[in-house]
Each structure stands twice: as C-alpha cells, then as structure tokens.
C-alpha cells in the first residue's frame, strides 16, 4: 500500500498539523537518494509523483496541486493549502535532457542539481568537482521549461559554475549562512551578495547541524544571527522560509508549522520592521513565485 504522507500523524509536515489560520504554500519535494542513478532515479520518481497525484486528489478539499502563483492565491481562495511539486536530486532527469520538458509537463516547478553526493549535473559536498557540460545544459533547459533551478546541496565549484551558467534568478531552498555556521551546506557571503544581486531567493534551513556548530542549537537567536547576517549583506527581500521539515532533526522553537508559522511574532519581538518580517513569512517567495513561476 502507499502511504499517505500528506496527512501521516507522524511526520511534522501533515496536513492537520497545518495551522487553519494561516495561508499555507509548501514545495513537497520527492526527494531522489544518492543510491538511485538511471532508471532507477526514473522509477523512483515516477512511483513518487504518482502517490503525489493520488493523494491530491483524496485530499482535494484541503490541498491543491499548484504550478503558478496565480494557482497558489487560488488554492489560498479556497481555504486549501498550496502545494507545489518539486525535486530534490537532478539524477531524476538520469542525464536525459529530453527528460527537463517530461518533469515540466507533470507539474515539478523546482528542482535540486545534487543532493550531497555526484550526478549526471554536478556534485554535493561529497567532492569538489564541478558542474558538468550536461549539467550546464540542463540548467538552460529547466530556464526555458520554467523549472527553478534550486542549488542547495551544491558544492562550491559548481556554485561558481552555475553563477556563469544562469541566466534568471535561482533559488536556494534550504540553505544558511556559513559565516555564522560554518557546515559547506551553508553559503558564503560572496555566494549570498550575488544571489542578492541577481534577485534571487534563499530558503531558511531549520536542520539544527545548518543553524550552529555547538549544542546550543534550541535557542532561537541563533537561527535569528543568521537573518541579521543575510540582511547585512542586503538580502531584505530574498529571504523565505525553507524548512526542511521531515528532512533533517530541527530545534524545538521550529519542529511545527504552528511554531514556523509564530516566527512572526518573533520576529517583531525582536524589533523586526513587519515590512521585513512579512518580507520572510511570506512576500519575498510570493514575489519571486509571480515573476520566475
């Protein structure tokens, strides 16, 4: 049987766990596992997508597959939550580029180039080696099919190769600062200015291992030292909220969407303008969904 993991009462992310005053758009990532290359990486999403598709429809009166955000304010009319189908692991296309239009055409409007380890596009921070020629083109392509490129878990070299590849702005949906927590996963401030420069739009990361490099990591200044630090290098309007729920082990103040969701108070506690803090809530990703989705 396949499970319903929309609404499974066991992971953060559930459907009834979503709060009901709250407007709700989540990226629900089929994520591909490094051990899947070719047509495995193939059935593996397929099988994926299809329980994504059956499970939109069972849950129909609560969710609504969404491929713009003129859909997603739809879904919001509708009193249902968002849900927009994304990737993580570029071994999905299985070095086809014929393949970038298939995913397009079934709804996946993100994709991650690498997960930790290589690929057919580039690599993880398992190596250091760079984006490949395929790689390169397939960024084009998801360009031109209107998939976001999406580079979390890239590693440095292929950052710098993508930074010469691509022509429209990118996402990063899961990933902090590394002048603040120094893991590889995380970006560098030179990383950051740019994305800042070229409009792009970089998820918070609530993985505890993203957040700090000590133990301390249930004490909300520390995912907060990581905003001060993207808003010194201007990134006022390119920051959201990117989770990684049911991903990654995450710190009390942000293992709900209740408490995701109360970042918002938080966030003027702190003495955040609310322009900023509904900028991160919600705003930035809306803006940047209408203009690049």
Known sequence: LTPDTLDDPDRVLS?????????????YAIFIPDQHRGQAAIDYYETNRDNFNRQMEKFHDRISPCRSASDMHAAWEAGKT????????????????????????DG??????????????????TTTHGMTDFG?????EMEDRGILVDVSHLNDTGYADLFETARRPFVATHSNARAICSHKRNLTDD??????????????????????NDENYDDPENFYRHIEHFFELGAYENLA???????????????????SAALY?????????????????????????????
């Open 82 to 105: 968002a849900a927009f189908l994304t990737i993580e692991g570029g071994a999905a296309l299985a070095g086809d580029i014929t393949r970038v239009k298939k995913l397009a055409d």
């Open 136 to 140: 390169r083109q397939a960024v084009h």
């Open 15 to 27: 459907l009834s766990s979503l709060p009901s005053d709250v407007h709700w758009a989540q990226f």
């Open 241 to 259: 909220l990117g989770s990684d729920f049911d991903g990654a082990h995450l710190p009390t103040y942000l293992n709900s969407p209740a408490k």
């Open 265 to 293: 108070e938080y966030f003027l506690e702190k003495g955040m303008s609310k322009e900023l803090a509904e900028g991160i809530m919600f705003r930035n990703a809306e803006e940047f969904f209408r203009k690049n989705l």
């Open 191 to 212: 990383m950051i200015r740019e994305m800042v420069r070229r409009n792009c739009l970089i998820g918070l990361n609530y993985y505890t291992g993203f957040i700090t």
């Open 108 to 125: 996946v409007r993100c994709m991650t180039l690498t997960w930790n380890g290589e690929n057919e596009l580039g690599s993880g921070h």
